[in-house]
């Protein structure tokens, strides 16, 4: 069962261009949503998050979008740049078994050409 | 600070053999995870803690267990590896998540293989 789908699993685009990476969940208990960056032979490093009270959280390139009625947000990125290519998990948290718990996503491999 | 730590790096097992994967934070977090991470199936939760002394199952425990008896270290042992079990494991950490910690610090990854 598969709690936050995500996609799409890998995603080419030209520098300076716009990546999107969407996600869906089920659990309408989620309450924190954050996206993490991973560089390979590293371990993913949080980029970006945002609560269900909010549509929208900028910082810089980076824009997470909120739909709370359609369980679902994304990540833009504007301006993509090579340094951007990594592989971004999307994750949501809820509680569960005395404790908060995230879920993650399966993971988009982005690649930014120059 | 060190952040999250790791050892091994890479590891390679035959079938049957058993280890312990390391893990250690000096940031005082009260919250640490292992998950694995294979190709298109995201990070996967295998057991948690909220504390010393405290753990819980994750998504895909079987095969796995842990001990938190410090707050720094939760050592991931297994106990009969198996091919099933190659993979990258990262071990976790953060603020304890009801008082408003969010974030988590991932450690640099376990690779291991297992013939």
């Known amino acids: 069962q598969q709690q936050v789908k995500q996609s799409p699993q890998s995603l080419i685009v030209q520098k300076g261009g716009i990546s999107i990476i969407n996600c869906a969940y089920e659990n309408t208990a989620f309450d924190y949503f954050p996206w993490y960056q991973q560089f390979p032979g590293k371990g993913p490093a949080l980029l970006i998050a945002?609560?269900?009270?909010?549509s929208e959280k900028k910082e810089g390139r980076f824009t997470i979008s909120f739909n709370k009625s359609a369980k679902q947000f994304s990540l833009h990125i504007m301006d993509s740049q090579p340094g951007d290519s990594a592989t971004y998990f999307c994750?949501?948290?809820?509680?569960?078994?005395?404790?908060?718990?995230?879920?993650f996503g399966r993971g988009t491999s982005l690649i930014v050409h120059p | 600070n060190a952040g999250v730590t790791q050892t091994p790096k890479f590891q390679v097992l035959k079938t049957g053999q058993s280890m312990t994967l390391q893990c250690a934070q000096d940031m005082n977090h009260e919250y640490m995870s292992w998950y694995r991470q294979d190709p298109g199936m995201g990070l996967r939760l295998i057991h948690y803690?909220?504390?010393?002394?405290?753990?819980d199952q994750g998504e895909v425990p079987n095969g796995y267990n842990v001990s938190r008896s410090t707050t720094e270290d939760f050592p991931l042992r297994l106990l009969s590896a198996a091919p099933s079990q190659t993979s990258v494991y990262f071990c976790?950490?953060?603020?304890?998540?009801?008082?408003?910690?969010?974030?988590?610090?991932f450690g640099p990854g376990t690779r291991l293989t297992v013939l």
């Open positions: 994750a949501a948290r809820g509680w569960a078994g005395g404790s908060y718990i995230p879920t």
């Open positions: 945002i609560r269900p009270d909010v």
């Open positions: 976790a950490s953060s603020r304890a998540m009801a008082s408003g910690g969010n974030e988590q610090f």
């Open positions: 803690s909220v504390g010393a002394g405290i753990t």
